[in-house]
Nanobody
């Protein structure tokens, strides 16, 4: 069983930067595509970014393209989300997830099998 724990969330001003981390324990996730999702109050959980098992390919939601960067370190069993030029609209609980059956990149929450507890990101104006 893979356990995921997010960290790095907090309060940041608009235009600032924040780096989220997702540490995996238990069974290795080296072969799993990984994704970041977020859920704002009153909204459905939405896709943010995903990365292949090797880190060779990434995919981003239009709302974060050019501002966010997903990466992974398989030696450390950690995936990251670098958030730059954050906006108030980025305020949400951010979740990392592992896609155990994926061979590429998928963007639907239901495609992912393991989820972290989430970390709150609040962007002030």
């Amino acid at each position: 069983q893979v356990q995921l724990v997010e960290s790095g969330g907090g309060l940041v001003q608009a235009g600032g930067s924040l780096r989220l981390s997702c540490a995996a324990s238990g069974r290795t996730f080296r072969s799993y595509p990984m994704g970041w999702f977020r859920q704002a109050p009153g909204k459905e959980r939405e896709f943010v970014a995903a990365i292949t098992w090797s880190g060779g390919s990434t995919y981003y939601a239009d709302s974060v393209k050019g501002r966010f960067t997903i990466s992974r370190d398989n030696v450390k069993n950690t995936v990251y989300l670098q958030m730059n030029i954050v906006k108030p609209e980025d305020t949400a609980v951010y979740y990392c997830a592992a896609d155990r059956y994926g061979v590429g990149i998928r963007i639907r929450p239901n495609d992912y099998d393991y989820w972290g507890q989430g970390t709150q990101v609040t962007v002030s104006s």
